[in-house]
C-alpha cells in the first residue's frame, strides 16, 4: 500500500503557472517506489477523472492532449517525489488534482484514472 500526499495547489488568473507535489511512501518498509506508475489525475464537478500527465514503471511520460506543451512533469530521482509544472492555465484547467500510484504499470495505462488504485486527498486548483 501506498500513501501519497499533494501540495501546491492554489488560485491563479489565467496565464499564470502553478507548480504540484507530491510525495509518495511505501507502507512496507522493504520496498520502494521504483516500481511505480505515478501520475496526476483531476476531476471538476460534475466530471469524471480524468488523466492529466503520468510517468510508467519505466520512466515514458505521458500527457493528455489538453495540457501537452503547458504542463511538464518531472519525478525525483528516488523516484518517490512528482512535481507537475502548470504553465498558462486557463479556466478550465480548474479542478481538484490528484496524484495517483500503482505498481508495474506500462504504457498509456498510467495514465488512465479507472485503472489507478492509490489516491491522495487532492488539491484544488482554481483558474480565473
Known amino acids: 500500500h501506498v500513501q501519497l500526499v499533494e501540495s501546491g495547489g492554489g488560485s491563479v488568473q489565467a496565464g499564470g503557472s502553478l507548480r504540484l507535489s507530491c510525495v509518495a511512501a511505501e507502507s512496507n518498509a522493504k520496498s520502494s517506489m521504483i516500481n511505480y506508475c505515478m501520475g496526476w489525475f483531476r476531476q471538476s464537478p460534475g466530471e469524471e477523472r480524468e488523466g492529466v500527465a503520468a510517468i510508467s514503471t519505466s520512466g515514458v511520460t505521458y500527457y493528455s492532449d489538453s495540457v501537452r506543451g503547458r504542463f511538464t512533469l518531472s519525478r525525483g530521482n528516488a523516484r518517490n517525489t512528482l512535481t507537475l509544472v502548470m504553465n498558462n492555465l486557463q479556466p478550465e484547467d480548474t479542478a481538484v488534482y490528484y496524484c495517483?500510484?500503482?505498481?508495474?504499470?506500462?504504457?498509456?495505462?498510467?495514465?488512465?484514472?479507472?485503472?489507478?488504485?492509490?489516491w491522495g486527498q487532492g488539491t484544488q486548483v482554481t483558474v480565473s
Open positions: 495517483a500510484a500503482d505498481e508495474f504499470v506500462e504504457s498509456r495505462a498510467c495514465i488512465v484514472a479507472d485503472e489507478r488504485n492509490n
